[in-house]
């Protein structure tokens, strides 16, 4: 069966610096990944998608990296903000259709100013 | 355009119980899917349903079933609830179509069952 496995757990890291999120997979081929912010109480948030024959992806201050044979994405966030503070997800979308994905359990990223 | 309503927000059962619960997607929207989050299991896939049929099931027992109508509504169902089945039920709806690749999440039901 697929699974997939986010860490750390939990990054703790000072405003301005660079936060690194990793997303590892298995049994998942084609690969289309996606990543979502959720912030407590509140239901996830779409941030970015990559598929599998695009290296890197970029919005404003985040990028995500997608090695398809290492089957590991890394998320950046640049010049971080406390504002950035919370849990980030990874999910594989089987379908290709941003239905029935798969979760990993998130990252909750603190920054401290 | 409205976002992904889901109702209620807060619900309290007890054990035993069975439970509805309702999803109403971003208009013009055929998917509908719903997950439980759990602190220990994370975002779990339940089901997945599009022009009211049933498209993908996650693996989740027979208690837990759902259905669509004609206009994309969706309801959830928890027969004979469980104390393990405390959690926020998150429905989330997508456009049609490869390309449309953005979930798109309701603000969740949390259900506690005492």
């Known amino acids: 069966s697929q699974k997939i496995e986010q860490n750390p757990e939990a990054l703790n890291i000072q405003e301005g610096k660079t936060a690194t999120l990793t997303c590892n997979y298995t049994n998942y081929s084609p690969a289309y990944l996606q990543w979502y912010r959720q912030d407590p109480g509140r239901g996830p948030v779409f941030l970015l998608l990559i598929r599998e024959n695009e290296k890197e992806k970029r919005k404003e201050r985040l990028k995500v990296t997608f090695d398809t044979t290492l089957k590991q994405s890394l998320f950046h966030i640049t010049a971080s903000q406390p504002a950035d503070s919370a849990t980030y997800l990874c999910a594989l979308d089987p379908n290709q259709a941003g239905t029935a994905l798969i979760f990993g359990k998130g990252t909750t990223l603190s920054v401290s100013s | 355009k409205a976002g992904v309503t889901q109702t209620p927000r807060y619900l309290i059962k007890t054990r035993g119980q069975q439970v509805t619960l309702s999803c109403s997607p971003i208009?013009?929207?055929?998917?509908v899917s719903w997950y439980q989050q759990t602190p220990g299991q994370g975002l779990q896939f339940l089901f997945e349903y599009f022009s009211e049929t049933q498209r993908n099931k996650g693996n989740f027992p027979g208690r837990f079933s759902g259905r669509q109508f004609s206009n994309s509504r969706s309801e959830m169902n928890v027969s004979t609830l469980e104390l393990g089945d405390s959690a926020l039920y998150l429905c989330a709806s997508s456009g049609t179509g490869k390309g449309n690749t953005e979930a798109f999440f309701g603000q969740g039901t949390r259900l506690t069952v005492v």
């Open positions: 208009s013009g929207h055929r998917s």
